[in-house]
C-alpha cells in the first residue's frame, strides 16, 4: 500500500510541475507578443512623425506605459473657478481614474443679495428635488382641492381635540406647509396659525436636559414631554421656513428672473403670518427673536409696490402694538428695541421715517425716572452692631428660601419692580445711542443725505425722552444741535424770499428748527431739575434762532396739521404718492412748546426777549389759522401777567416819545441779522391790535379786545 501511495503522490507531482511549466511557457509567449506589438507601434508613429522621445523608451513593465498614456492627455483648464478632488474610481479594466468636481468662487455680496439668493436657491431646490407621492393625481382640480381641504381640516381637529395622542399630526400639517404645491403650502400654513395659537403655551418649553431624559417618569409625564418636545421642534422649524420665505419680495426680485409670482406670494404671505403670530400669545414662547427678526427685516425705504406697501405698513402696526402693550414687562420692548436699532446700523440708516417713528410707541418708558430710586440706593447700609444676630442654621434656612421664591417667580413669568427697571434702563440707553449717531450722521452730510432725512423723527423722539438722558450725552447732544440749526438756518436763508415754497423743502428745515430748539430745553431742563448741571449753559443760540423764523412760520399752509390729520391729496404733486412727516405733534404745539420752555421753563426769558417775541407773535397771528391765532393771543396773556411792567407800553401810542430809539423789525431773509436784545422792542407799537379787531372770528377779536382792556385798565391804576 505504501509503495502504491507514493507512486500516485509521484505522479501527481510530476502532472503538477509540467502544467507549471506550460503555463510559464505560455506567460513567456504572450510577453513576447506584446513586445513585438509595441515595437509595431512604435514603427507606425515613427513613420507618421508622431514619435516622442520621451516614450522611445520601452520597458516590460505595464504600469510606465499607463503613465505615458496618461501625460498625453490634454488638461481642462477653469477659469474663475475652484477644482475639489472626489474619491478616485476604479473602472472594469482596472485603471484609477480621478474625480475632479468644478466649484464656482464665491463673490462678496451685500446681505440682502445674500439672503435673496439663499431663499431663491432653497425654494427652486424644493420645487426640483422634493417629488411628493400626490394621492389625488387623477382628480379634477377643483375635486382634488376640496379632498386637500378635507384632510387639513381633519388634521387640524385631531390636533385640537388630543393634541397629545395626535401630535405627529403637527409634523404633518409642518411638512405640508413646506410643501412645492402653492395651494397646499398656502393651506397648511393657514391652518397652522389657529393650531398654534391654541396648542402653544404663553411661556418658553426649554429641551430637556440628560438627567432628565434619564430618569424615570410615568406615562402620563413622558407623553406631555415628548408632546411639548414635539411641539417647540415644530414651531421653531415653523418659523425659520417663515423667516426663509419672508426673504423674497417685489422690490428686491425685480431683476432676478428665476423669482416667480408665487414666491413673491408665499413671502407677503410669510410676512403676514409672523405678524400674526407676534401679535397673539406666542411672542412669550419660543424662538421669538427669530419672528421679531423676520418682521424688521422687511422694514426698509418705503416700497412702491401696492402688495409690498400693505406688507410693510402691517410690519410697522404690529412693532408698535409690541411696544405699546409691554407696557408691564418690558422685556419684548427691550428685544424689539436692540434688533431694531442694530438692523438700522447694519443698514446704515437706509430706512424710511416711519421706522424711526415707531420708538414713539415705547410705553416701557412713560413712567421711567432715572433718578427716581437716588434715594434708595443712596442708603447706609446697617452696621455689624445693628444687625439681627442669625444662627448658621438661620442663615442658611434664609438663602434656601430666597432661592425659592426666585425660582417661583420665574415660573409664574414675574417681572420685579428691579428687573423692569433695568429694561427700562438698557431700551433707553440703546434708543439714545441710535438717535445720536443718526444726528451725528446727519450734521456730517454723510450716506449720501441718507441720515439727513432722519433728523426730524430723531428729534421728535429725543424730544420726548431727551429728559432721562445722562449728563454725560448732554454736550453730545448740544453740539450736534448746534450744527444742525446753523445747517437749517444757512439753508434757510439762501432759499430767499418768498417764504414756504411748493415742495415743502423750508417747511420741514422750519420743523426741523423747532424741535431743535424744543430738544435743547429739554435736555438741559432736565438735568438743571436734578441737580446734575454745575455749570448754568447759554442758550441763546436757539432763542435767536426761533426768534428769526417765527414770523416765517406763520405763512406754512400745514401749520395746524400733522401726519395723522386727515387731507386731500396735493394735486400740484402728480404721481408721487403723499407722503406726511413723521413728526406727531403739529407746527403751533411746537412753536408754543418752544415758547413755554425759554420763558417759563428756564431763565432764558427777561423782560426785553418778551417785549420782543410779543412784537413777533403779534405780527404772526395777522397770517395764522383761527386756533393757532387763539394759542398765541393766550400765550401772550401768560406773558403779560407774568412781565406786566416791562410789556404794558405795547399797546400804549400817547407816550411813546421817550428817546428810546427806533424798533429795528429786521429782515432776516436778505441776511440783516438782527440781535434780539438790540432791537429796540420797548420803542414798538402793537399796531396789529387794531387788525386783530376786525378779525372775522369772533373768539380771536375777543381775545385781542380783552388782552387791549387789561392793559388800559393797568394803567389807570
Not at 490634454?74 to 473657478?81: E, F, G, H, L, N
Not at 400674526?276 to 419660543?286: A, I, Q
Not at 447700609?381 to 442654621?393: C, G, N, Q
Not at 403723499?578 to 431763565?603: A, M, Q, Y
Amino acid at each position: 500500500m505504501s509503495r502504491r501511495r507514493e507512486f500516485f503522490l509521484g505522479c501527481r507531482t510530476a502532472l503538477v510541475a509540467t502544467a507549471f511549466m506550460g503555463k510559464r511557457k505560455l506567460q513567456g509567449n504572450k510577453n513576447e507578443l506584446n513586445r513585438k506589438r509595441l515595437k509595431n507601434e512604435q514603427d507606425a508613429l515613427l513613420e507618421q512623425g508622431l514619435f516622442d522621445k520621451a516614450s522611445s523608451h520601452t520597458s516590460e513593465q505595464k504600469w510606465e506605459d499607463v503613465e505615458q498614456d496618461y501625460e498625453m492627455v490634454p488638461r481642462a483648464s477653469y477659469d474663475d473657478s475652484k477644482i475639489v478632488e472626489g474619491l478616485p474610481t476604479k473602472n472594469a479594466d482596472g485603471k484609477i481614474t480621478r474625480n475632479l468636481r468644478k466649484v464656482e468662487l464665491e463673490t462678496h455680496k451685500s446681505e440682502d443679495e445674500a439672503d435673496l439668493e439663499t431663499a431663491t436657491e432653497v425654494e427652486i431646490t424644493q420645487e426640483a428635488n422634493e417629488e411628493e407621492k400626490d394621492p389625488y393625481a387623477h382628480l379634477p382640480p377643483a375635486e382634488r382641492l376640496t379632498l386637500l381641504k378635507e384632510e387639513i381640516a381633519e388634521l387640524s381637529s385631531s390636533l385640537l381635540e388630543d393634541p397629545e395622542s395626535n401630535f405627529k399630526n403637527l409634523t404633518r400639517l409642518r411638512k405640508m406647509s413646506e410643501s412645492k404645491n402653492f395651494a397646499t403650502s398656502q393651506l397648511a400654513t393657514s391652518a397652522l396659525i389657529p393650531v398654534f395659537k391654541a396648542l402653544a403655551p404663553s411661556y418658553c418649553i426649554r429641551p430637556l436636559t440628560d438627567a432628565e431624559k434619564r430618569e424615570k417618569v410615568s406615562k402620563e409625564v413622558a407623553r406631555l414631554r415628548q408632546f411639548e418636545q414635539s411641539l417647540a421642534m415644530n414651531y421653531c422649524q415653523f418659523v425659520d421656513h417663515l423667516a426663509t420665505l419672508a426673504k423674497i419680495s417685489v422690490s428686491n426680485s425685480r431683476n432676478n428672473k428665476s423669482i416667480t409670482s408665487q414666491m413673491i406670494k408665499r413671502g407677503s404671505l410669510a410676512c403676514k403670518v409672523a405678524c400674526e403670530l407676534s401679535t397673539s400669545s406666542l411672542r412669550f414662547f419660543n424662538h421669538r427673536n427669530e419672528l421679531f427678526k423676520l418682521i424688521i427685516r422687511r422694514l426698509n425705504r418705503r416700497p412702491s409696490d401696492p402688495d409690498d406697501l400693505e406688507v410693510f405698513n402691517r410690519c410697522l402696526r404690529t412693532l408698535e402694538t409690541l411696544l405699546k402693550e409691554d407696557e408691564e414687562s418690558g422685556e419684548i420692548s427691550l428685544e424689539v428695541t436692540r434688533l431694531l436699532c442694530k438692523t438700522l446700523r447694519e443698514k446704515k440708516f437706509r430706512v424710511d421715517e416711519s421706522v424711526i417713528n415707531i420708538f414713539l410707541s415705547l410705553s416701557l418708558l412713560n413712567d421711567y425716572d432715572p433718578n427716581g430710586n437716588k434715594e434708595a440706593d443712596d442708603k447706609p447700609k446697617l452696621k455689624k452692631k445693628d444687625r439681627v444676630h442669625l444662627s448658621k442654621k438661620e442663615r442658611k434656612a434664609r438663602k434656601e428660601r430666597i432661592e425659592i421664591e426666585a425660582e417661583m417667580n420665574r415660573a409664574e413669568q414675574v417681572v420685579t419692580a428691579a428687573e423692569r427697571e433695568k429694561f427700562q434702563a438698557q431700551a433707553l440707553k440703546e434708543l439714545l445711542t441710535l438717535y445720536l449717531n443718526i444726528l451725528k450722521a446727519g450734521a456730517l452730510g454723510s450716506d449720501n443725505g441718507t441720515a439727513t432725512k432722519l433728523i426730524a423723527p430723531v428729534l421728535e423722539g429725543l424730544s420726548r425722552y431727551g429728559r432721562m438722558a445722562n449728563f454725560d450725552l448732554l454736550g453730545d447732544f448740544l453740539e450736534v444741535l448746534r450744527e444742525i440749526l446753523d445747517t437749517s438756518i444757512e439753508e434757510l436763508n439762501s432759499a430767499g424770499e418768498g417764504g414756504i415754497d411748493d415742495n415743502n423743502d423750508d417747511s420741514n428745515r422750519m420743523k426741523v428748527v423747532l424741535l431743535c430748539v424744543v430738544t435743547s430745553f429739554s435736555l438741559v431742563t432736565n438735568n438743571a431739575s436734578v441737580g446734575k448741571l454745575p455749570i448754568s449753559l447759554d442758550l441763546s443760540k436757539f432763542v435767536t434762532s426761533l426768534y428769526t423764523i417765527i414770523s416765517e412760520i406763520s405763512l406754512d399752509c400745514d401749520l395746524e396739521l400733522s401726519s395723522k390729520s386727515l387731507r386731500l391729496a396735493d394735486p400740484l404733486a402728480g404721481d408721487r404718492p403723499f407722503k406726511p412727516s413723521v413728526n406727531v405733534s403739529t407746527r403751533t404745539e411746537l412753536l408754543l412748546r418752544c415758547l413755554d420752555s425759554i420763558f417759563f421753563g428756564s431763565k432764558n426769558g427777561t423782560a426785553s426777549r418778551a417785549s420782543a417775541f410779543t412784537k413777533r407773535l403779534y405780527i404772526t397771528i395777522l397770517q395764522t389759522p383761527e386756533k393757532s391765532s387763539l394759542a398765541l393771543l393766550k400765550f401772550v396773556g401768560k406773558l403779560v401777567s407774568r412781565y406786566d411792567e416791562s410789556i404794558k407800553g405795547l399797546w400804549n401810542t400817547e407816550e411813546r416819545i421817550d428817546g428810546n430809539g427806533v424798533y429795528n423789525l429786521g429782515i432776516e431773509r436778505n441776511g440783516m441779522i438782527v440781535d434780539l436784545d438790540r432791537s429796540k422792542s420797548e420803542a414798538a407799537t402793537l399796531w396789529e391790535n387794531v387788525l386783530l379787531d376786525k378779525h372775522y372770528s369772533p373768539m380771536v377779536r375777543d381775545g385781542a379786545r380783552s388782552l387791549f382792556k387789561n392793559s388800559k385798565l393797568h394803567d389807570k391804576t
